[in-house]
């Protein structure tokens, strides 16, 4: 499954050889899609022409090759607006006041600045009502699991951690800045993440290879009195659960009855599993490529092994194809084309599936529409989106107001129902299980929900004002 993406071409058109029919023709041609034409210039023999066009990626170069191959063509540029989007980076920090004169200079420098850090320094607790701490979360990643991409260093990450930083900010009202670590080594990602945490209200892990990941996230909980929150992990299992349990309303299944195979077991196939059985399942098959998980098995991977414990009830052995035969909920979160129609076909009836692995499926939505009831990925361009940003704005937003110490199981289970009950009873069906990522309702619904499982769990150190009853 390919991505489309839109290109701006600048054309010089000499009339006398060619019209712009034959240009239209050509990209058509060539796979491109017309979408917008500015004359930039109209001479009595030349107009040079912006001509935007939707393309796969793909065929990017294919669009541009054959119209430079025209006689009376002359491409002068090729713009992608993804990429004019990225110029310069996409986010800034700007100050809430300005300074216009000496006596503004004097109250947020020095030498008025000096008495607000005598404060501080008496009482470090207000740091959080006298610095943007209380607002602000680091997103770090060390460029090792990126998107689909991989590792791709940290250099690579910084436009995904700043497209991350945006949302928070406008979801949220966050600010999030990106932190991008030279090094891979657990020991020193700990140490920078606990050396600059004073000026933080949170931490997002984004983007960290599994099974690094899990100790890292460990150990900085264990050690900082923040929230610490693997988005990988744990976003994408709290919406996965949100979509999972009004899946489960359309086809009238229970939680604790229904079979569940998840395929994928790294960082997000993990927590995926851990936030299942808390939520009450009880039949779960966790798979990967050395096949089902289970007991006896001594796995390298410590989160494997403590899964093989508590799934797998069955004794399930070998792999997919064993795993899902008479399944209710198939969950991926692994790659494109492992699940087959003939896989399907052995689930059993009202079928969920979850095809999760981004951009491209375990199977291609449109194959396996007939044979589901309800079906979800991770794309955009289908129904029922699983995508992360329905919960780290509201977790993050939730647990600053109420100065959270962790983000525990209690406030990932509150933050998935508050997911799940944005849909309401008379919208819920087979193509809404779960709202939209734009939906202005769910960041509060999750922040309220994450607030109460912190305050019920002793983990909050302020109660908002709305909150007080």
Same mark, same amino acid.
């Given at each position: ?133 209380? #607002?602000?979360?680091? =997103? %770090?990643?060390?460029?090792? *699991? ?5 590792? /791709? +260093?940290?250099? @690579? &990450? ?87 349990? #009004?899946?489960?309303? =359309? %086809?009238?299944?229970?939680? *604790? ?5 998840? /395929? +994928?077991?790294? @960082? &997000? ?201």
């Amino acid at each position: 499954m390919s991505i489309s993406t839109t290109i701006i071409i600048r054309l010089e058109i000499r009339k006398s050889i060619t019209s712009f029919g034959d240009v239209a023709s050509k990209i058509a041609t060539a796979g491109g899609d017309i979408v917008a034409i500015d004359v930039i210039r109209a001479g009595k023999d030349v107009t040079t022409r912006d001509i935007t066009v939707n393309v796969l990626d793909a065929g990017n170069e294919d669009v541009v090759s054959e119209l430079s191959e025209m006689a009376g063509i002359k491409v002068i540029n090729v713009s992608d607006r993804t990429f004019l989007a990225h110029l310069g980076g996409k986010i800034e920090v700007t100050p809430k006041m300005p300074i216009k004169n000496r006596e503004d200079l004097s109250q947020v420098y020095t030498p008025g600045v000096a008495r607000v850090c005598t404060a501080i320094a008496e009482d470090p607790s207000k740091a959080y009502s006298l610095t943007m701490k209380r #607002n602000t979360v680091a =997103v %770090v990643t060390d460029g090792t *699991a990126v998107l689909g991409l991989g590792d /791709i +260093g940290p250099e @690579a &990450a910084m436009p995904v951690m700043e497209g991350k930083a945006m949302l928070f900010k406008q979801l949220a009202g966050i600010d999030a800045f990106p932190l991008c670590l030279n090094t891979k080594d657990p020991d020193e990602i700990v140490s920078i993440i606990k050396a600059v945490s004073p000026g933080f209200g949170g931490i997002n892990l984004e983007d960290i290879s599994s099974p690094r990941c899990f100790e890292i996230e460990r150990r900085l909980a264990a050690e900082l009195d923040i929230p610490v929150f693997h988005d990988d992990q744990h976003g994408t299992a709290i919406v996965a659960l949100a979509g999972l349990l #009004n899946a489960l309303k =359309v %086809v009238g299944k229970s939680i *604790a009855t229904v079979r569940i195979v998840v /395929i +994928g077991i790294g @960082a &997000a196939g993990v927590s995926i599993c851990n936030l299942l059985l808390a939520a009450g399942a009880s039949h779960i098959a966790a798979v990967d490529r050395e096949g089902i998980l289970r007991r006896g098995v001594e796995y390298s991977h410590a989160e494997w092994l403590r899964l093989a414990e508590v799934t797998n009830e069955e004794g399930l052995v070998g792999g997919l194809t064993e795993a899902i035969k008479g399944a209710d909920v198939f969950i991926g979160v692994s790659g494109g084309g492992v699940l087959t129609i003939d896989h399907v076909k052995s689930m059993a009836p009202d079928r969920i599936v979850f095809a999760m692995a981004n951009p491209n499926p375990e199977i291609e939505p449109e194959l396996a529409e007939p044979y589901v009831r309800v079906l979800a990925t991770g794309r955009s361009d289908y129904p029922n989106q699983i995508n992360n940003v329905l919960c780290f704005p509201g977790i993050f937003r939730g647990a600053l107001d109420c100065r959270a110490r962790t983000v525990n199981l209690e406030m990932k289970l509150a933050a998935a129902q508050a997911i799940a009950s944005v849909v309401q009873e008379d919208e819920l069906n087979e193509q809404y299980i779960i709202p939209s990522i734009f939906n202005e309702k769910v960041v509060e619904q999750v922040r309220i929900a994450v607030i109460k499982a912190a305050i019920a769990t002793d983990m909050a150190r302020r109660i908002p004002k709305d909150l007080i009853s």
